[in-house]
T-cell receptor, first 113, second 116 residues
Framework: GESVGLHLPTLSVQEGDNSIINCAYS??????FIWYKQESGKGPQFIID?????DKRQGQRVTVLLNKTVKHLSLQIAATQPGDSAVYFC????????????FGRGTSLIVHP | KAGVTQTPRYLIKTRGQQVTLSCSPI?????VSWYQQTPGQGLQFLFE???????NKGNFPGRFSGRQFSNSRSEMNVSTLELGDSALYLC???????????????FGSGTQLSVL
């Protein structure tokens, strides 16, 4: 079936390293993708988004890459900090006028000082 | 500007009871959506309200219901609670200028429901 999934459930990195979190999607009709960060005890927080007519978008220390050929999405975090430790979700909007995103299962990022 | 507020923060109920959760969106936000989050299933969409009308609905049984008031505040109700309903229930709001926009969702911290 169609789904949004993550390759790695847990990612451990050292402080200062760059982190890459990956996400696969299967619905070619998806037109909008979002990354969320969820810290313990809090709700998901928007990080960055990208439309399907783009292949790269940069924010502050974060970059999202979209490869529509292989239906792959990634979130790159530069100079990872302990405060980046959280669960990261990708989400897709499946087009057709539906506003509601479908979330992946999440990747836990652990940053070691 | 205050964020999305959900009450209560924690709730313990027993099987068969019902529960009502409350969500106050960010001022000016007209769309409110609800999600269930569990370790096994992740974030699953329950329903979305806009201008007091349910506009979208996820794949949950009829025991899960909601409503939205004229001030955009929303409540969700779960009747005849089951053990599997134990989860973090998240509410999100957005400004929602139109049905197919790319507007961001702003989430509350959730209500942690435990069913014993």
């Amino acid at each position: 079936g169609e789904s949004v999934g993550l390759h790695l459930p847990t990612l451990s990195v050292q402080e200062g390293d760059n982190s890459i979190i990956n996400c696969a999607y299967s619905n070619s009709a998806s037109d909008y993708f979002i990354w969320y960060k969820q810290e313990s005890g809090k709700g998901p927080q928007f990080i960055i988004d990208i439309r399907s007519n783009m292949d790269k978008r940069q924010g502050q220390r974060v970059t999202v890459l979209l490869n529509k050929t292989v239906k792959h999405l990634s979130l790159q975090i530069a100079a990872t900090q302990p405060g980046d430790s959280a669960v990261y979700f990708c989400a897709e909007r499946r087009g057709g006028g539906s506003y509601i995103p479908t979330f992946g299962r999440g990747t836990s990022l652990i940053v070691h000082p | 500007k205050a964020g999305v507020t959900q009450t209560p923060r924690y709730l313990i109920k027993t099987r068969g009871q019902q529960v009502t959760l409350s969500c106050s969106p960010i001022s000016g936000h007209r769309s409110v959506s609800w999600y269930q989050q569990t370790p096994g299933q992740g974030l699953q969409f329950l329903f979305e309200y806009f201008s007091e009308t349910q506009r979208n609905k996820g794949n949950f049984p009829g025991r899960f219901s909601g409503r939205q008031f004229s001030n955009s505040r929303s409540e969700m109700n779960v009747s005849t609670l089951e053990l599997g309903d134990s989860a973090l229930y998240l509410c999100a709001s957005s400004l929602e200028k139109g049905a197919a926009t790319n507007e961001k969702l702003f989430f509350g911290s959730g209500t942690q429901l435990s069913v014993l």
